[in-house]
């Protein structure tokens, strides 16, 4: 066998033994993340802010890209994912979020989810239920550092008796 061949054949086994090692690696990672977004709307849903908080990387954030001057745009940082959310326990008799499509992308990092937001409002005022669409992505210790979540801000305005003050 000539020597270059010999060599082809080496790096040809051990390219394909990394890119297992890699593609192994990458579902590993995909799937962690999937779980934490899972665990993010089950700790929602409990309204264990404290730990809902914890998935958040240090300087994670949030984003709300159509907020349509009604709602915040968004929090960064702890501190301000932490004054966002905990008022919201306070507004609601209950959420909850079934998971309609959960799907890792090509970089393991992002996850990509499919929801309903389906909240019961206090006083017997009624639900407000809205879909939903968001990224997440995530650093390499596993934790979050953005949240995008798309709804649809005419529904979100209507159900809480906003919709003569989009702008």
């Known amino acids: 066998m000539k020597p270059l061949f010999k060599l082809s054949i080496i790096l040809y086994i051990l390219v394909g033994c990394q890119t297992k090692t890699d593609t192994r690696m990458n579902i590993e990672i995909a799937n962690r993340n999937k779980e934490t977004v899972k665990t993010f709307f089950s700790l929602l849903e409990q309204e264990n802010i404290p730990a809902f908080i914890d998935l958040f990387a240090e300087n994670g954030k949030q984003v709300n890209p159509y907020a349509s001057g009604l709602f915040p745009e968004g929090a960064k940082g702890k501190e ?37 937001g389906k909240i019961t409002l206090k006083d017997n005022a009624g639900f407000y239920e809205n879909n939903y669409y968001s990224t997440f992505t ?30």
């Open 80 to 116: 301000a994912l932490t004054s966002y959310w905990t008022p919201v326990t306070t507004l609601f008799d209950g959420m909850k979020f079934p998971i309609e499509q959960l799907l890792a992308t090509e970089d393991p990092s992002i996850v990509f989810v499919k929801y309903t």
């Open 138 to 167: 995530f650093n390499e210790e596993g934790k979050i550092i953005e949240y995008v979540e798309i709804f649809n801000p005419i529904i979100a305005a209507r159900g809480f008796g906003l919709l003569d003050k989009i702008q």
